[in-house]
């Protein structure tokens, strides 16, 4: 028997349609309850309760009870990784659900993954930030800020010291699944997102992963980060 991390295993749970509609619908960073994830899966609540369970054994999904409810969450940023990345290449594939009509638009343009900015906004953040020699490539696709970097977000005020004190990386590429090329995950690209909404330069469509960003947000982005009108694709 080879040894190593269990891939199939993983696999397997993340391939399941039912439960793979339950993390897709977490994606967008909220903690949903069982029922909630019930009806994304489409399954009983009986079978939906089994496949959560295996889904925390796995430590795909975590759990925090609060009064009477359990609310689950995906696990940490990596989970939610895995997922984009698996998107991209269903896409490639042509692995794809039927369109969703005029919804699929606004989802290419700027949605939530996880808990930063992707589709056509977030690769063109990502695509300045190495443009202006922001970034610095590190190892299995992090980065680290240059001294310009650093100097360009504080000025946006992220306080990247405190940043730098968590476990998690400070700049990841995350492969977006629409655009098929990265954006900027990882807690800068969680932080920049924090800052968009405080601004209240954009806000998240209800019930959607769309970020619907209003026409001054747009343009401050865009001037802040050097972002041209036209991102290429």
Not at 21 to 43: I, P, R
Not at 113 to 128: K, N
Not at 183 to 188: E, I, N, W
Not at 210 to 223: D, I
Request: with cysteine; aromatic share 6%.
């Amino acid at each position: 028997m080879k040894e190593g991390p269990d891939i199939a295993r993983v696999a397997a749970l993340v391939g399941d349609p039912a439960r793979a509609n339950m993390l897709t619908a977490l994606l967008d960073g909220v903690a949903l309850t069982a029922s909630e994830l019930t009806l994304e899966a489409g399954v009983t609540k009986q079978t939906a309760s089994s496949h959560l369970a295996k889904l925390e054994e796995a430590g795909l999904v975590a759990v925090e009870a609060q009064g009477r409810h359990r609310y689950y969450r995906l696990a940490d940023a990596d989970v939610a990784g895995l997922l984009e990345t698996l998107m991209g290449v269903a896409a490639r594939a042509k692995a794809l659900r039927a369109r969703p009509g005029p919804k699929e638009p606004a989802l290419r343009r700027a949605r939530l993954c996880y808990d930063h900015l992707a589709g056509e906004l977030g690769v063109a953040l990502f695509d300045s930030f190495t443009r202006n020699k922001w970034l610095t490539p590190g190892p299995e696709k992090t980065f680290a800020l240059t001294r310009l970097g650093r100097v360009k977000v504080s000025t946006f005020g992220v306080e990247i010291e405190e940043l730098e004190k968590g476990a998690r990386p400070l700049c990841r590429a995350c492969l977006d699944w629409s655009v098929r090329r990265h954006h900027l995950a990882g807690a800068l690209g969680a932080a920049i997102l924090d800052q968009v909404f405080e601004r209240g330069w954009a806000s998240q469509k209800r019930g959607s992963r769309v970020l619907e960003f209003n026409r001054m947000g747009e343009a401050g982005l865009k001037r802040v980060f050097m972002i041209p009108d036209q991102p290429s694709n």
